[in-house]
Structure formats: structure tokens, C-alpha cells
């Protein structure tokens, strides 16, 4: 049973669920996941499964793509909806111009400084683990590359967009300095990932999909690696 298994993740799981779920469902060895996905995000989460766990760095490669919901007017902790309101604002001034001039901002080669609630380490803990403490630190920024970033519809408080993005990139921080920069504030209201390297939605399955499709739906390892893009791909320059 080696091979990738393509996960549409629900709502409210963690990565690390839908990995202990899969397990024992299908009685394997060894399941690991590619690309977290927050609990409130949803979409395409690909498994690992036994002996393909040892190629997930390989597997884990290229671009990424997101339909996200950003809510204008709100500020959280954790960049997102799940998140404790620090700060609000009247947003009902905001015009779609001054969105879009936003948003240019982060499109192509960008910094990011990761969310203190996220997986990133600081001395070997993981930062969401000192924010729960009430800690706030330092964090180092690094770069991404936003390929594509795509206004769908705007009803404010919310404007909906897709974003074509490199590994490690954060559409939390996107939301979140999108809403610094109207002035306003703003976070991560809704994420759908349609789209993880050379996986894509339309091939994901429900984790509570009826076990004999699940089964059947496991891509072998030898065609994941064929689909997987190469090491560069989807990865930011510099």
C-alpha cells in the first residue's frame, strides 16, 4: 500500500487528524501528510502512505493554490477567524479600487513574518505553543513568491480571492497585512487549497469516503513521483 492519497480536509481537522484518521482506516504502518493545513482550511491534503513517507520531500514540491475569504474591519491574534478579535474598525468606506491597490503589494517576490499561532519553530518550540502562553516574539521574515493573486468578488466586509503561491507561504499574513495596509485591519475568514503540486481537487476524497475508494484512490508511488514537479518549482527565488 505505497502511495499518495489525495484527502479533501474538513473543516475543524487538524493535519495531524485526518493523518491518525486515514491510519486507521486503512490499517496502515505509516501515513504523513504534505503542506499543513490550518484547521479552519479545507481542501487538498495529500497523504503519504507507508513506504511513500520516505519520498514526501520529494513529493512536497512546487506551487500551491488557495480560494480564500478576507473579512475587513477585524483583527485577530491568530490571523483568522478562529482567532481572538485585538482590534476593530469601520470598513464600510473601503472601495474595491483601494483593495486591488492593496493587494498589488503582494504579488511576485514578497517578505512574510510568520503568524506567532503557526508550526514555525523558535529554539525548537513551536511558536503557537508560546503564543498560547501569551508570549510574542521576534520572528525572522522570509521570502515567498505570490504568482498569481486574484480578486473573485467583493461584498464588503469580504472580498474573496485565489492566490498561485510558492511553499511556506502564509494567506493568513496576506489577510492580515492587506487589512494593516487599508487601515483598517482584517483577517483570514474562510481557505480552500484547490491545488498542492501536481494534486489537485477534483481527485480528493472525503476521509470518510467509503473504505474501498479509498483504497482504490491511492495514486501508486511511482506515478505520485511522475506528478510531483521538480525541486524548483513553486519554490521562491533568491
Known amino acids: 500500500m505505497n502511495g499518495l492519497l489525495i484527502i479533501d480536509k474538513p473543516p475543524g481537522w487538524t493535519s495531524h487528524d485526518a493523518v491518525a484518521y486515514i491510519k486507521k482506516r486503512l490499517g496502515a504502518k505509516k501515513v504523513g501528510h504534505l503542506g499543513t493545513l490550518d484547521p479552519i482550511a479545507t481542501g487538498v491534503l495529500p497523504l503519504v502512505i507507508d513506504g511513500a513517507t520516505k519520498f514526501a520531500r520529494f513529493l512536497d514540491n512546487g506551487k500551491k493554490e488557495y480560494i480564500a475569504k478576507l473579512k475587513l474591519g477585524e483583527e485577530t491574534d491568530t490571523y483568522d477567524s478562529e482567532g481572538k478579535v485585538m482590534a476593530s474598525s469601520d470598513c464600510s468606506h473601503i472601495n474595491e479600487d483601494e483593495i486591488e491597490h492593496a493587494f498589488s503589494a503582494f504579488r511576485g517576490r514578497i517578505t512574510q513574518v510568520p ?41 464588503i466586509p469580504y472580498a474573496e480571492f485565489r492566490a498561485v503561491c510558492s511553499k511556506g507561504t502564509y494567506i493568513r499574513a496576506i489577510c492580515h497585512d492587506a487589512g494593516r495596509a487599508l487601515g483598517c485591519g482584517g483577517h483570514m475568514a474562510g481557505l480552500k487549497r484547490v491545488r498542492c503540486g501536481g494534486f489537485s481537487i477534483s481527485e480528493a476524497l472525503s476521509p470518510k469516503a467509503d473504505l474501498s475508494a479509498l483504497r482504490s484512490g491511492i495514486i501508486p508511488l511511482e ?9 524548483d518549482e513553486g519554490k521562491a527565488a533568491g
Open 115 to 155: 503568524p506567532m499561532y503557526s508550526s514555525v519553530k523558535k529554539n525548537g518550540t513551536p511558536l503557537y505553543k508560546l503564543a498560547r502562553k501569551g508570549l510574542i516574539i521576534e520572528r525572522e521574515a522570509k521570502e515567498v513568491e505570490v504568482f498569481e493573486l486574484e480578486i473573485t468578488n467583493i461584498e
Open 223 to 231: 506515478e505520485a513521483l511522475r506528478r510531483a514537479p521538480a525541486p
